[in-house]
């Protein structure tokens, strides 16, 4: 086992977890409304109280478990303080904010450089700014007249606390990743000034393969580090295929992976991920939802000498790509629902198939989904069970709502 030296250390999904990034939600959920769930990419609105319980328990359970958790919103105030940069930031936050009247941006500048904590100063970012907080007689753009009956001057940000897609670790580095959606898109912020910044992971301490500023999309939720030598991502509703063919050039140059496989998974809501569908949870098992194995296109990405890399469709079946990959035997394909058409199509739309693996054959996992927790039990994995009621409400489980930043090898 090797030591861990570097900030950002994950070469597997299974490695005994050691830090991860979590965001406590917060009041980004009470600035959710019915008319405009769907700009903000929710289908339903968590009650705010019982998330956040739900959450800390959550978190409570990894300790438990000898994980340390740190904190999204934390990790980049300190990194806002060390760099001295609490201007810049508010700088950039406003320019994505999409307002146009230059009284309403100076206005929400001087609103946010007068909170003399950086901490809440974050929060509030994240939170979002109503119409009614704020007023500016005259100087309104006609685009600020325009939406009259939106409520927000700056929408809420209430995907933060699924902070597996904003970036996503491997080897000793990140993707800082470009989102699909502008209202995750503003998320990545907080990860451009954490990698510029901070004291521990900030300065160039972090690998950086991907970048916010690239023009094609990926999202975390759809890369996983399935050993040193496998990468998995999926081309999904979030990520495009252009952005893992760039990713693997980068990959291979800068770490030992021999192997990118691109899984196409489908632009489906109830799919919107990789990880929702497809995650690892022992050294030869993983978790899948049996309706995306019929139609599933795998193809293999792997590095030629002079820097170019070969694209193979895969022909054979899921099962023995993935033992072939992994130099296992054979591996076990645990199917969301037990395969029941009914329990598998209702326990994937609560993230029955988004397990969080936080040692090999360990793994957290909403309690709520009991047929899918009956047979990870039988195939021998010992679970976490945490509430996830409200949480889900958001459409993530335990892997959507952690960033690994250090795993041990294995």
């Not at 907080?190 to 910044?197: A, L, M, N, S």
């Amino acid at each position: 086992m090797s030591e861990i030296t570097r900030p950002i250390h994950v070469k597997s999904e299974i490695g005994p977890l050691k830090k991860v990034l979590l965001h406590r939600p917060g009041k980004e959920l009470e600035n959710l409304v019915p008319d405009f769930l769907e700009r903000l990419l929710f289908d339903d609105i968590p009650y705010l109280e019982d998330a956040q319980k739900e959450h800390d328990a959550f978190a409570e359970a990894l300790r438990e478990n000898g994980v340390e958790v740190l904190y999204l919103e934390k990790l980049a105030a300190e990194a806002i303080d060390a760099g001295g940069v609490k201007e810049q930031f508010v700088d950039e936050w406003l320019a994505e904010t999409g307002v146009q009247s230059q009284a309403m941006l100076k206005a929400l500048k001087d609103y946010l450089l007068g909170m003399d904590d950086t901490y809440e100063m974050v929060l509030k970012t994240m939170e979002g700014f109503r119409k009614t907080e704020i007023e500016v007689e005259g100087g309104k753009s006609l685009s600020d007249l325009y939406e009259t009956d939106y409520p927000f001057i700056v929408d809420p940000m209430p995907n933060l606390y699924f902070t597996r897609d904003p970036f996503a670790t491997m080897y000793n580095g990140v993707t800082l990743n470009h989102m699909m959606s502008d209202t995750r898109n503003r998320e990545t912020l907080y990860g451009k000034f954490i990698f510029d910044h901070h004291p521990e992971y900030g300065n160039g301490k972090v690998d950086r393969f991907y970048d916010r500023e690239e023009l094609t999309r990926i999202e975390g939720g759809d890369e996983l580090v399935l050993s040193k030598d496998v990468l998995a991502v999926g081309i999904s509703q979030r990520t495009d295929a252009r952005s893992i063919e760039k990713l693997a050039g980068r990959l291979f140059k800068e770490t030992d992976f021999k192997h990118i496989f691109a899984f196409l998974i489908g632009e489906n809501r109830k799919f919107m991920h990789l990880d929702t569908v497809f995650t690892m949870v022992d050294y030869d098992k993983f978790t899948i939802h049996p309706e995306i194995e019929g139609g599933l296109k795998v193809w293999d990405i792997t590095p030629n000498g002079d820097g170019s890399v070969n694209i193979k469709e895969t022909e054979d079946e899921l099962e023995n790509i993935l033992a072939d990959a992994l130099g296992q035997d054979s591996v076990q394909l645990i199917r969301c629902g037990d395969g029941d058409p009914v329990a598998s199509a209702r326990e994937q739309w609560n993230d029955g198939s988004n397990t969080l693996t936080i040692a090999p054959g360990v793994v957290v996992v909403y309690d709520r989904n009991t047929v899918t927790n009956r047979i990870l039990e039988e195939a021998g994995l010992k679970l976490i069970k945490v509430r996830g009621s409200e949480l889900v409400r958001g459409r993530g489980g335990p892997r959507c709502m952690s960033m690994p930043l250090q795993r041990e090898d294995i």
